[in-house]
């Protein structure tokens, strides 16, 4: 008798169970196999190695049964007979077990028929299951040898998805009904749970199925779709149209996803779908941006020059400044350099020269206007989940200019607010950041844009007002006023032959002479620019179009005389020099953003008890520049110090409806004040500007181009400067400093001297 370990199988009497005869050898003590041979089967209670079982390894019941097969493939056939009761269990040495064993009746509580009944119920089950998984015809066969309930059971033992303790239940089981129940239950739980899967996984083989077919018939559509599109351009779909320009894009691997993931839902959504529109206008401008980096080209720097020249009459700094940054691109292959911030008075040609500047480059031009921008989004563009959601204005500037690298002038940085809506000034940081920009990320396109390449100019009245750290990433290029001689080549060059042009004027039917348009500088126009000169000679182009209409074969004159008679307008009224001089009046020089203008420093002692009064809308700083200026007074002319305590000091500088302001007046309030307390007249030719200390050093200051054209303008001869500004005067036109005689003070003492206030030895005159 042969004792072999089982473990996890269904034991039932009447069974037949194929083992590996290598494993009944284990057991065997000769290890001989021959049919007819008995063999006793025990349980083992965990799956664990031969050499790790003990007597306690076992479950008290088992199952004899006989040898009734040995066949070459390496297995035995054992036919089960009964159940028996395992006892006295021993080990041996050579891994062979010993036992003792008694049967192990069955309660009969089972009828026959009843038997069979459930069989038959039974194998109708698994042949219908057997049957939807096409297993052939050797199951059939298999089926057939199957008489009982247990034979069932052992034979779908390899199957059955059970722990080892309920397949040893049907074993110990001594009730033949409960038995039968248990193998019931088993075997129905195993072909229900075969029964979803195999739904489960038609079910998914036709979704398989259904998915390849949708993606066959659509491949076949797009192929179909595509011999029509070349039969029928015009009658291209418009997701077709998306697709072809994504394809052609050449954009960026995290833009490509975005616009076919659009594309896809704007294709299961239909154009009737409420989302249509926002998709479509977003495959649109995404589509319609340049995404191919352009390649760099060889710039000529003469040919750049002469554009800049032929567009542009003086500005030779911002020129010159112009033609180092393209020398460097042409050495570096590529954009390079500080972003330009071009600061100047109204109609100076901050902003037309940035056309001459993509001209000259030969690159598209785009200007981009941020006055009175104060959202954020203004910049950066809306979130798409927003009704009206749209891209910012940097982005919007690319798509219109067709390529990466324009020329982009950003108008009026300094007209740039704040709001609760966020800083766009702060957001302007990262476009004009050369380290960041090469992935700016607009709100409404969410992905990445390269913006390295594009040439940024930036325009602004004055740098006060952009803040600190925008400011700090750019370089700054004054623009200067014009001289009236600059002035008349520019109307000549430009303004006149674009003006009749525009208004159908012929050059035989028209001319205006260098007298008028003199007359029409110096007494029509009063600013650093030339816009409002432009609109001037626009007038008189106007009113000589209706003449010339009425008589076109005439050819009309412009002369300084007819100027008068024709224009409408009043002149404009310029401060020139007082013919009469008169003690405690200076003439002073001020900035203004129309240019620059002289203005009189008035002073007048009356009775009173020692007070200052101040008149003509002057600002903070003025009015501590007069407070400075008595006090340096006094300290200059002690002996003249009860015409303070008895009198008050009245300061004024006329036109007082305009405001005043700004660090340049301490010098002319000073030697107003000081020609007031002395009774010595300054001539009124001379005049000066710059702020003074309390210790009489004169400081400098700035617009110094726009004053000393506003002081030749007026007829000065003679002006003061602080030493400091020297190196401002390389700006000042060579026909300005050719007409005054520009002196250098440190302090206030060499002015005193210089207008005869005081003599030589440093008493009054």
């Known amino acids: 008798m042969i004792v072999v370990p089982v473990y996890n199988i269904i034991l039932a009497p009447g069974a ?34 031969i050499n790790d079982l003990n007597e306690d390894s076992f479950y008290p019941i088992g199952m004899s049964g006989t040898i009734t097969e040995v066949n070459r493939q390496g297995y035995v056939l054992l036919h089960l007979g009964y159940r028996v009761n395992v006892e006295n269990i021993e080990i041996r040495p050579d891994h062979t077990i010993s036992l003792s064993m008694s049967r192990r009746h069955d309660i009969e509580d089972l009828p026959l028929s009843e038997e069979e009944r459930k069989l038959e119920d039974l194998m109708k089950e698994i042949r219908e299951f057997a049957s939807n998984f096409e297993w052939g015809d050797s199951v059939d066969y298999w089926l057939k040898q199957i008489s009982t309930l247990g034979m069932a059971a052992s034979a779908m033992s390899p199957w059955l998805d059970e722990p080892n303790d309920k397949r040893y239940a049907i074993l110990a089981e001594d009730s033949r009904a409960k038995r039968a129940d248990l193998i019931e239950e088993m075997i129905y739980g195993f072909l229900e749970v075969g029964r979803i899967t195999n ?44 697709e072809q320009k994504i394809e052609e894009s050449g954009m960026n691997e995290t833009a490509r996803k975005e616009a076919d993931k659009v594309l896809n839902r704007l294709k299961q959504e239909g154009q009737q779908s409420a989302e249509s529109g926002m998709l479509y206008d977003y495959l649109d401008f995404i589509t319609g941006l340049s995404w191919k980096k352009e390649e760099s080209v060889n710039i000529d720097l003469e040919d750049a020059r002469r554009i800049l020249d032929e567009d542009h009459y003086g500005l030779s700094r911002v020129k010159d400044r112009i033609v180092q940054q393209i020398a460097v691109m042409n050495l570096r292959k590529q954009q390079s350099g500080s972003i330009l911030l071009f600061v100047g008075a109204p109609g100076t040609g901050k902003t037309s020269i940035g056309k001459s500047i993509a ?12 006055g009175g921008v104060h959202d954020e989004s203004d910049i950066r563009g809306h979130r798409r989940t927003y009704i009206g959601a749209m891209p910012g204005r940097i982005m919007d500037g690319i798509q219109k200019s067709g390529v990466s ?51 940024f100019i930036c325009t602004a009245n004055t740098a006060d007002t952009i803040p600190e750290p925008l400011l700090n990433r750019m370089e700054v290029i004054q623009f200067s006023g014009y001289t009236p001689i600059e002035k008349l080549q520019i109307a000549k060059r430009h ?71 024709e224009l409408e307008d009043r002149p404009v009224k310029h401060d020139m020099v007082l013919k009469d001089p008169r003690p405690g009046v200076v003439t002073g020089l001020a900035w203004t953003p129309v240019g620059g203008e002289i203005l009189y420093i008035e002073t007048m002692f009356t009775k009173g008890k020692g007070d200052i009064i101040i008149t003509g809308q002057l600002g903070d700083v003025m009015k501590e520049s007069a407070r400075i200026a008595v006090s340096l007074v006094k300290t200059i002319f002690p002996g003249k110090a009860d015409k303070f ?53 004169v400081t400098p200051i700035g617009g110094l181009p726009e004053k000393l054209m506003a002081a030749e303008r007026a007829g000065i001869t003679k002006v003061f400067i602080p030493a ?39 008493t009054a005159a």
């Open 359 to 370: 001209r000259a480059l030969g690159r598209e031009y785009v200007r981009v206007s941020l």
């Open 405 to 455: 690298n324009p020329v982009m002038v950003l108008d009026e940085v300094d007209k740039l607010s704040d709001s609760f809506h966020g800083s766009p000034a702060s957001a302007l940081l990262e476009v004009l950041d050369p380290e960041q920009n090469n992935t700016f990320t607009d709100h409404y396109m969410n992905v990445p844009y390269d913006l390295s390449d594009v040439l």
């Open 16 to 49: 037949s169970i194929y083992m590996n005869i290598d494993q009944v050898k284990r057991s065997a003590v000769d290890k001989n196999i021959t049919q007819g041979e008995r063999v006793v089967l025990i349980v083992a209670k965990e799956n664990i190695n």
């Open 199 to 242: 739904e489960a996984m038609t079910s998914q083989q036709e979704d398989h199925q259904r998915m390849y077919r949708e993606q066959a018939i659509k491949r076949q559509m797009e192929h179909l779709q595509k011999e029509l599109d070349e039969m029928h351009p015009e009658n291209i779909t418009d997701i077709r149209k998306f």
């Open 495 to 565: 303004l006149v032959p674009k003006s009749m042009e525009s208004m159908g004027i012929s050059p035989d039917q028209m001319e205006v002479t260098d007298d008028a348009l003199k007359t029409l500088i110096s007494e029509y126009t009063m600013e650093a620019g030339v816009r409002g000169l432009r609109k001037r000679i626009d007038n008189l182009c106007r009113i000589f179009a209706v003449k010339v209409a009425s008589k076109p074969d005439e050819k009309f004159v412009v002369t300084a005389e007819s100027l008068r008679e």
């Open 724 to 762: 400091e500004n020297d190196f401002d005067l390389k700006d000042v036109a060579e026909e300005v400093k050719d007409k005054i005689d520009i002196s250098l003070v440190s302090n206030v003492g060499e002015v005193l001297k210089a207008t005869g206030i005081i003599d030589a030895a440093g």
């Open 645 to 697: 305590s008895d009198n008050d000091l009245h300061i004024h500088v006329p036109e007082g409806a305009v405001p005043k302001d700004g660090p340049s007046a301490g010098i002319a309030l000073t030697t107003a004040i000081s020609s007031l307390v002395t009774e010595h007249a300054v001539d009124p030719h001379i005049a000066m500007t710059g702020e003074v200390a309390l210790r009489g050093a």
